[in-house]
């Protein structure tokens, strides 16, 4: 069993940066994928970056070259730097925690908001 919470949004104007955090509790030695998703009211949930145990990383092509995602396994924790932030990427983010036994963990999402 996991419980996440995601910290770090807040109110950016455009052209900004951004950290968010994902803090697991628990035992997450049954992870394999660790998933940052955002929403906007009315549009479907949005998959924004991936990361797994072995290191690979993948993007969305709206925030490659924009976005970084990491984690640091000490820590339980996984983070999502985000610069040259643009009114489009205002949402609520969500971290998932994908697990080997078929089960996904999520927080209860940070918002971001960007001034123009």
């Known amino acids: 069993q996991v419980q996440l919470a995601e910290f770090g949004g807040g109110l950016v104007q455009t052209g900004g940066s951004l950290r968010l955090s994902c803090v697991a509790s628990?035992?997450?030695?049954?992870?394999?994928?660790m998933i940052w998703f955002r929403r906007t009211p009315g549009k479907l949930r949005e998959l924004v970056a991936t990361i797994t145990i072995d290191g690979r990383t993948g993007y969305a092509d709206s925030v490659k070259g924009r976005f970084t995602i990491s984690r640091d396994a000490t820590k339980n924790t996984m983070y999502l730097q985000m610069n040259n932030l643009k009114p489009e990427d205002a949402a609520t983010y969500y971290c998932n925690y994908h697990s080997t036994l078929g089960h996904d963990y999520w927080g209860q999402g940070t918002r971001v908001t960007v001034s123009s």
């Open positions: 628990g035992s997450i030695s049954d992870i394999n994928a």
